[in-house]
């Protein structure tokens, strides 16, 4: 069986990733051999977070403090990890306003 980094290559980007199941993803996937963009509004826990799987694990973190909320988010991004191949994403942070799913569809 393949491992994670031949299927989902050798980096990860996981939002809302300073605390709670995002800091959790991060952990797991690190023990996993991915590499991190980790992501996250609060930029000195995150950094804070980041240092704990590049102790325990062979792997690299890049750290993004970023509010996802704003409108230039995605060229942010684009432009902290145009270098990296990034093939999976946990996309653990974020709102919506709650709607019914059949008028969330008809948009």
């Known amino acids: 069986m393949k491992n994670f980094v031949e299927i989902y290559a050798k980096w990860a980007f996981v939002t809302g990733a300073s605390s709670g199941i995002g800091a959790e993803f991060a952990q797991k996937l690190a023990g996993l051999g991915l590499n991190l963009v980790l992501a996250a509004r609060r930029r000195e826990r995150l950094l804070q977070l980041a240092t704990t799987p590049e102790k325990e694990f062979p792997i690299k ?47």
């Open 61 to 107: 973190v890049r750290c993004l403090s970023i509010d996802l909320s704003t409108e230039d988010f995605m060229a942010r991004i684009q432009s902290e990890t145009r270098d990296l191949e990034i093939g999976l994403l946990i996309n653990n942070a974020g709102f919506a306003k709650p709607v019914s799913f059949l008028k969330m569809i008809e948009r």
